[in-house]
Structures are given as structure tokens and as C-alpha cells.
């Protein structure tokens, strides 16, 4: 399905949309996404943890309301998370590993990985960054980092203070870590190249901390090319086991070889062995298809829960951009890569085989065509460009990949639908100021609407530079409860020469 700006009341009026189709005979729902007309995420892995649903993607920049260039993928920065219970009412936690985590991130862009994996009282997350520098226009080098958290949802820390290492001591390069558990529940962590040229896939035991590879890694023999001539496997190998059968699922690209071949576009494909180290070498088949005209990525991730097994992917996102009608720094549209994850039920059927998914006819798990989404108030780290609405304040590249907010008098930023549960006890916000006429500075927290409920207040100084950033607190009013949009309305004086007051990177709120 592609969409288009206009879809965002999707995500507050699934209910009554579901209850109009199904009065309407022969009506036909769309494809089912978690953060429709909102969010953009990718590359999602998944599990079960504390009996809900636990969802991790990487991010494109960053919403369908501030879309930014993801040339060469170069813009994703950072993982979040989203739980459900559902598959109807999900809850963004929002970022949880960042590209500041880790000092050795030269290239800033952090891409495909996993996070929430329970061990030794902790969670841990393998995450790519990329390491050589973003001025180099190509998909770069990735070198996997491992980070640990006392909760699923972060915040996340550097363990090592550099990438993860081989038994030799070099770093791991790879994309797409996976922890896989054998028969007797020893972790072994499996990846892909580093390098997109290359197309290999590697598998190694960890040590029982998680936090090196406790052998030399392996070659995992996987399908090479197609009858056509195709390029097979491509990328993110994700690995699960199904009765006695180990299935290896992957990312597969054709092109276009003409009759008799498959149509041009990105596959999710797998196969079989009896053994979790393989050899995976045939035959071949195509579990998930590609979406329209095929020129976007797919990819995947598998878990298990509730005794059901589940698969989440990506989908492109089309804004209707043409070559006509793009910014002129981006060269082409094939600059816009953004992308939403739909979640569905993976069948395996009786022959052991897996039920192909067709995107544009995939109704999702749960309610088909319901998606309520709300915003955690106590996520680590809300970016500030996830606004829904804004009013006097423009987006600017940061630090690390992240954009910030520069804000004039009166500009507001609103999130919808923010979840303060039982109540908020403080906000933080992390800011900067390189306006040195600023007087009176301030950041009105309000429930509602921009004139709603004052619950805080932040008064803000120059701080000395665009980027010299400064995490500020306050208190806030014990009737934030339940759920609420989100307004953080700017105030304060300069010169009539610098209209912009201070800037806003990221926000929340702890618990009362």
C-alpha cells in the first residue's frame, strides 16, 4: 500500500473505520501498519517479554510530518521500541539506543540490529554502526557494538567501549546480528556482511556474558544465486527453529531477467535444514513479495508469542515525490528511502513450508484495519521532530545524525496522544541556545492544546553554542494523568535579527 500524507487520522479513528467496514459488504481493508500517517521504522526485529509484545526497529528520519533525505541510508541513527498486547493499541517508547551511545561511530548512521535480549539479569543489543565517515556517498562499513540496559526499553550503554571483537581481537564487521538459541540454549549470535557488496553470512557461540564471540565465526553456507542468474541471498539473516526444522530467512533482490524469471524487486526468502548451522542451500522459497514496483527494501524479523509465531516487516513509503518536486539536494528520489513495519502471523503449513505474504493484501494481526498508537511519556528519549503539529519552529541537522528544533517566541511543537499513566513527577528537555540577546527564555509545558493546562516551565539561557546542549528540569503539576496531547510552547525575547530562541533536541518525563 502506498501512502500518503493524508492518512494520519488512521491511528485515532481505526475503531470507527473498522466499524464502517464491516457493515459494507465486500469491503477490503489496506495493509495494516503499526504507525500509520506517523512514525517511519524499519529493519524490525521482535519477542515476548513480560507478556507483551515487544517490537524494535531502526528509524528513517523521521515522520510523515518531518521527512528528511536517507541518502544511501545515511540518516538512520537510532533503535526504538514499541510494545502491544493486541496488535491494535500499541505504545512507542521511543529511542532507546542512540548514535551517542557509542564514541567509535565516525559514520554516525547506526543500522539493523536487535535489542531486548534477556541474559544474566540484564537486556542486551547488538547494534551496526556505521565507521567510516558520512562524507563518503556510499552504504558504508559496519562494525557491530554491543550495549546492555536493566530494562527492555533502555536506555542503553556502551558494555565494551568499542565494537564487539572476534576471538582474535579484531572487531566484528557484520549488519543484521540475530541471537539464535540452539537445542541446549546456548546463545550463538549469526550476521551478514558489514559490507553490502558482500553477501555472507557468519555464526559464532557467544561467551556467557554476551558480550564477546566465545569461538571463531563460521561460514553458514546459504543460496548464492537463482535459476536467473539473480543475486540470492542479500542480506539479514534471521534464523528460527519450527518443530525439527531450522528455517533461515533473508532478504533476496532480482532483477529484472525477463520471461520465466521471478519480477524485478526485494524478497524475503528462506530455507530449510535440519541443523541450525546448515548447510541452507535449496531449494528456495519466496515467503515474502515484493510491494508494488519492487524498488524498496524489505525486511524481517520472527518471534514467538503467546504460542503463536509472528513475522514484522518493512514496507516502503511513497510521499509522491518525483523527480520534479524533490529538495534540490536530493539528486533523485531514490533518496527517499522511508519505510513503515507492518506485524502479521506467520503460518507454517502442513508440508512444512511457510504461507507467502503478499504486503498489499496482508491484513496484519489483530483487528484488520485498527491501529491505536500512543506515545510513552517516561521514554528515555522522545525526539523533538516526532511532533505531530508545529507552529513557528524548523528543523536542523544536530549532532550524531539527530536533528533539533530551534524554536521562536510562541512556536509550539504537539504530540498526540501521550500516555502520563498514574502520573508525571518532573520533565526534562535537552536544549541549547546560541542566541546570546535571549532574555526571558523559557518552555511552557502544557496539556491539550497551546493554550492548555500550564503542568511546567523551563526557564532557558544562552548556552554558547548551536550544540552546546544542556539537559534542564522542573517539576511538574500532579494532575498530568492518563492520556493527552502534548504542547511545549516556546517563550522569550531576542533582536529582531535572530528570530530563534534556543533549540530543542529531545525530551520526557519521569514517573511519579
Known amino acids: 500500500m502506498k501512502l500518503r500524507n493524508n492518512v494520519n487520522g488512521i491511528v485515532r479513528i481505526g475503531s470507527l473505520c473498522a466499524a464502517i467496514c464491516a457493515c459494507l459488504p465486500g469491503c477490503a481493508w489496506a495493509q495494516k501498519l503499526v504507525t500509520p500517517g506517523y512514525l517511519f521504522n524499519d529493519d524490525p526485529t521482535c519477542r515476548e517479554l513480560n507478556g507483551k509484545f515487544y517490537l524494535f526497529t531502526t528509524q528513517d528520519p523521521f515522520t510523515v510530518q518531518f521527512e528528511r533525505e536517507n541518502e544511501f541510508y545515511k540518516g538512520m541513527y537510532a533503535f526504538r521500541a514499541l510494545t502491544t498486547t493486541d496488535f491494535d493499541h500499541w505504545t512507542d517508547h521511543g529511542s532507546i539506543v542512540t548514535g551517542r551511545d557509542v564514541t567509535w561511530n565516525t559514520g554516525q548512521a547506526l543500522w539493523d540490529g536487535d535489542a531486548g535480549i534477556p541474559a544474566n539479569g540484564k537486556f542486551y543489543s547488538y547494534a551496526p554502526y556505521r565507521i567510516n565517515p558520512t562524507t563518503e556517498n556510499n552504504y558504508g562499513i559496519f562494525d557491530i557494538g554491543v550495549?546492555?540496559?536493566?530494562?527492555?526499553?533502555?536506555?542503553?550503554?556502551?558494555?565494551?567501549?568499542?565494537?564487539?571483537?572476534?576471538?582474535?581481537?579484531?572487531?566484528?564487521?557484520?549488519?543484521?546480528?540475530?541471537?539464535?538459541?540452539?537445542?541446549?540454549?546456548?546463545?550463538?549470535?549469526?550476521?551478514?556482511?558489514?559490507?553490502?557488496s558482500k553477501n555472507w553470512v557468519k555464526m559464532a557461540r557467544l561467551t556467557p556474558d554476551m558480550t564477546e564471540l566465545a569461538e571463531p565465526a563460521r561460514d553458514v553456507v546459504v543460496p548464492k544465486t537463482d535459476a536467473c542468474g539473480n543475486l540470492d541471498y542479500f542480506e539479514s539473516p534471521v534464523l528460527f527453529k519450527a518443530g525439527e526444522k531450522w528455517y533461515l530467512t533473508y532478504v533476496a533482490y532480482k532483477k529484472d531477467k525477463g520471461p520465466g524469471c521471478d519480477a524485478k524487486g526485494d524478497y524475503i526468502d528462506y530455507v530449510v535444514s535440519d541443523s541450525m548451522f546448515g548447510p541452507f542451500n535449496g531449494p528456495v522459497r519466496h515467503l515474502i513479495?515484493?510491494?508494488?514496483?519492487?524498488?524498496?527494501?524489505?525486511?524481517?524479523?520472527?518471534?514467538?508469542?503467546?504460542?503463536?509465531?509472528?513475522?514484522?516487516?518493512?514496507?516502503?513509503?511513497?510521499?509522491?515525490?518525483?523527480?520534479?518536486?524533490?529538495?534540490?539536494?536530493?539528486?533523485?528520489?531514490?533518496?527517499?528511502?522511508?519505510?513503515?513495519?507492518?506485524?502479521?502471523?506467520?503460518?507454517i503449513l502442513p508440508d512444512g513450508s511457510l504461507q507467502p505474504i503478499y504486503p498489499g493484501h496482508?491484513?496484519?494481526?489483530?483487528?484488520?484495519?485498527?491501529?491505536?498508537?500512543?506515545?510513552?511519556?517516561?521514554?528515555?528519549?522522545?525526539?523533538?521532530?516526532?511532533?505531530?503539529?508545529?507552529?513557528?519552529?524548523?528543523?536542523?541537522?544536530?549532532?550524531?545524525?539527530?536533528?533539533?528544533?530551534?524554536?521562536?517566541?510562541?512556536?509550539?511543537?504537539?504530540?498526540?496522544?501521550?500516555?502520563?499513566?498514574?502520573?508525571?513527577?518532573?520533565?526534562?528537555?535537552?536544549?541549547?541556545?546560541?542566541?546570546?540577546?535571549?532574555?526571558?527564555?523559557?518552555?511552557?509545558?502544557?496539556?491539550?492544546?497551546?493554550?492548555?493546562?500550564?503542568?511546567?516551565?523551563?526557564?532557558?539561557?544562552?548556552?554558547?553554542?548551536?550544540?552546546?546542549?544542556?539537559?534542564?528540569?522542573?517539576?511538574?503539576?500532579?494532575?498530568?494523568?492518563?492520556?493527552?496531547?502534548?504542547?511545549?510552547?516556546?517563550?522569550?525575547?531576542?533582536?529582531?535579527?535572530?528570530?530563534?530562541?534556543?533549540?530543542?533536541?529531545?525530551?520526557?518525563?519521569?514517573?511519579?
Open 147 to 196: 550495549l546492555t540496559a536493566d530494562n527492555p526499553l533502555g536506555p542503553y550503554n556502551d558494555a565494551v567501549g568499542g565494537p564487539l571483537k572476534n576471538v582474535d581481537g579484531t572487531p566484528v564487521e557484520g549488519l543484521s546480528p540475530w541471537v539464535v538459541y540452539s537445542d541446549d540454549k546456548t546463545p550463538y549470535l549469526i550476521w551478514g556482511a558489514g559490507d553490502t
Open 289 to 347: 513479495y515484493p510491494t508494488e514496483d519492487g524498488d524498496e527494501s524489505v525486511q524481517q524479523g520472527v518471534c514467538t508469542y503467546k504460542g503463536k509465531t509472528y513475522i514484522a516487516y518493512h514496507v516502503p513509503y511513497d510521499n509522491g515525490a518525483t523527480a520534479s518536486n524533490v529538495p534540490e539536494s536530493w539528486s533523485s528520489t531514490t533518496h527517499d528511502h522511508h519505510r513503515q513495519v507492518a506485524v502479521t502471523s506467520l503460518t
Open 362 to 512: 496482508d491484513l496484519g494481526a489483530g483487528t484488520p484495519g485498527v491501529t491505536h498508537l500512543t506515545l510513552d511519556a517516561f521514554a528515555p528519549r522522545r525526539e523533538a521532530v516526532e511532533f505531530h503539529v508545529e507552529m513557528n519552529a524548523w528543523g536542523e541537522k544536530g549532532v550524531s545524525g539527530e536533528y533539533q528544533m530551534k524554536m521562536g517566541d510562541g512556536g509550539y511543537l504537539q504530540y498526540h496522544d501521550v500516555d502520563f499513566g498514574d502520573g508525571a513527577a518532573s520533565f526534562h528537555v535537552e536544549v541549547s541556545s546560541e542566541n546570546d540577546a535571549l532574555r526571558n527564555g523559557s518552555l511552557e509545558v502544557r496539556l491539550d492544546n497551546p493554550a492548555g493546562e500550564l503542568i511546567g516551565e523551563v526557564k532557558i539561557a544562552p548556552t554558547g553554542g548551536r550544540t552546546n546542549y544542556r539537559v534542564l528540569t522542573t517539576p511538574v503539576l500532579s494532575r498530568a494523568k492518563g492520556v493527552h496531547d502534548l504542547c511545549l510552547v516556546a517563550r522569550g525575547e531576542g533582536t529582531t535579527a535572530q528570530r530563534r530562541l534556543f533549540n530543542i533536541t529531545s525530551f520526557g518525563f519521569t514517573r511519579r
